[in-house]
């Protein structure tokens, strides 16, 4: 292990901590940008709530609403160019994992003249890497992303349908709010999803990462456990704001680097996933749901050992040796069942999506972040043929 | 849950990471103050090489050598002194738990007029808390504190035989450069003592914190199973270089703050041990392994199923119902088992303390931060009867 981990985010977490949303951003600022996206908060009362925090401690605010499901780089440019004509000083993300990267990006865009899209990985140019951001409070509505306590973001470009992201130091957020009273009214369908993106940032990391890392496995696999425990207790009842706590706070963990810290590794599922849902705007989590399992036993033929593990600690199965193939993939298994079991996806028929582009998804991955020899990084690396290969199993 | 965490320490963790010191120490001063412990970094060539690439960046510097094992406020005061004198904008803590304790109650002292005493909680009297410190760089030298990467600190006042702590932000280190081919020519005791005491600081949230926190239970069980892997290898063989690494991350993550946001609860294991170690000037993790093991015993029956759960996570042990004493004993045992079996002590005799001053001791822990109603916080709360009882039971 050879690494750096640095999160400097300020996290505030519990039932009712909304509340502090006014006096927290008047440290940073006096007047916000509000970040937001559909209607929800503006009818279960958190919209309201929230500016009657803010206007109780002197801030003035001004709204950016309508960010999609997945946020596009028009919408970027758009909210940089309010928070600047506005003069506002501190931006506020409320609203999902969208929401919340679009409202990064923004924050960074407001000091960059250029196209915003420059900021976003996309093939082998270079990205221009920001360095300057308005200071950022993240108050998620939804449990699933991680983005409210990480300095990453994922924007889609509308024109040419790629779906990147960027990670920068200056886009961690000054402060992440986090009230699971606020995801109490989220659907079965977007709570499923959430649980199943929250798993699949660990997940990522757990099978692509470098050899040598028990105490992270053992991390890992705690996020698992616990969001295989409380996550169907929220589907089942979303108004039991413990579960909904428990899923929230294994959220925050999943992709607030404590994880992934020395390990690093590539993040294969989510880059297909990426793809899917650029060409056809299905729910990134729904989209992690179809893919995982086909990776996973794609994957598994190379590490077998790794599969193992899961298998065991994650479903307690009994291999009869270290390699053994059979409980590997009962264990993917067990796991798809799982997701089925919350409502989630597993196949791209169920999102009426065919055979038609696998090629062309494909190539797509390829083009964001190839390795050196044009693969996608992954235990195994990846080439067209093979993610193909993954995409038909999962049909 | 309800709770706020933050933690901006920059951790670079690796062999080899001593090299980069100078550079890094140059972005924080141009004049370090050195504060090392005995003579033993001298012998093995790490401070030469510190100093070599402290100069190689232009960064001069001063050492205040000397640190106890239980490091004195009049060393504090000392090296408070020092800094000023010399006056240096950095200081370097280049040891183990006690050069980096005393090190971060200098760099505040060093803004302080008054008694650094003031600084640290003793009774009922309220202590200056530090709201400025010299910017701080820990290279640990042992695993076992977790100092490295956290804002408190253990100092003893010789004078009155009290030996307790402060917690204040600005005392978090800048960063934690740590290396694990320091800790190779730790003898195999202050190694076993070492994992003792990280296993140690997870066991205190894990036993006294709030109910429901089912994934920071994952995350401390996670850090004991690694230490209980991989520390027995590290005492085996010290030139282990990938045992020392996995000891080493495993103890900066038990007090970093990740296993225990969230929980809160006391410590009083280490509390009673502090007493202990200030009386006898033992080692802070040989006095551990006495305290915990007769502590667990004395908890668990108020508790019996959260050590039934620990019995079960972490020796796999099948218990015949959830609040079966019988298992939770045996995994006490075990423990203790392991303990021994590294090389740690587990009773007073073998330090060769008796009964003299069994109540003298519980009457000094409960003066350093009582509750409202004079007991020791903890899951249940001690009186003086409970301490005796305790440290009785361990004699």
Request: charged share 20%.
């Amino acid at each position: 292990m050879l690494f750096e981990f640095q999160n400097p985010t300020r996290l505030i977490f519990g039932a009712g901590v909304l509340k502090r949303l006014g006096k927290l951003t008047r440290a940073h600022g006096k007047r916000a940008m509000i970040v937001t996206g559909g209607g929800s908060i503006k009818r279960n009362g958190t919209y309201d709530r929230a500016i009657a925090s803010l206007g109780a401690a002197g801030v003035t605010h001004v709204e950016c609403t309508g960010v999609e499901p997945n946020p596009r780089i028009t919408t970027v440019l758009h909210g940089a160019q309010m928070a600047r004509d506005e003069k506002c000083d501190v931006i506020i993300a409320l609203g999902g994992g969208s929401v919340m990267d679009a409202a990064k990006v923004m924050a960074a865009a407001v000091y960059y003249d250029g196209d915003p899209w420059d900021m976003i990985y996309h093939g082998q140019a270079a990205p221009h890497v920001p360095t300057r951001a308005l200071p950022l409070i993240t108050v998620p509505t939804l449990a699933a992303t991680g983005s409210e306590m990480n300095a990453g973001a994922v924007i889609t470009n509308e024109k040419t349908t790629v779906k990147s992201y960027v990670i920068a130091d200056v886009m961690y957020p000054r402060v992440a709010l986090v009230d699971p009273e606020l995801t109490l009214t989220v659907p079965k369908d977007q709570t499923a999803y959430g649980v199943c993106d929250l798993i699949t940032h660990v997940t990522e990391s757990y099978f692509n990462g470098q050899d040598g890392t028990p105490l992270q496995d053992r991390f890992a696999e705690g996020v698992i456990l616990t969001a295989m425990e409380w996550g169907p207790k929220a589907v089942a009842n979303g108004n039991d704001l413990e579960a909904r706590a428990q899923v929230q706070w294994a959220s925050v963990v999943a992709l607030n680097g404590w994880v992934q810290a020395g390990v690093e590794g590539g993040y294969p599922v989510h880059m297909i996933e990426h793809v899917i849902s650029a060409h056809h705007d299905i729910a990134h989590g729904a989209g992690l749901a179809i893919v995982n399992p086909a990776w996973m036993r794609f994957a598994a033929k190379h590490r077998p050992a790794r599969f193992v593990q899961f298998a065991q600690r994650i479903f307690g199965l009994q291999p009869k040796h270290a390699e053994d193939m059979e409980c590997a993939l009962s264990g993917i298994d067990k796991f798809e069942a799982f997701l089925r079991a919350i409502g989630c996806p597993t196949k791209l028929s169920e999102m009426k999506i065919g055979d038609a582009l696998l090629q062309r998804y494909a190539q797509d991955t390829l083009r964001v972040t190839p390795d050196e020899k044009g693969r996608l990084p992954a235990r195994p690396p990846m080439n067209e043929k093979d993610i193909v290969e993954i995409l038909r199993s999962a049909l």
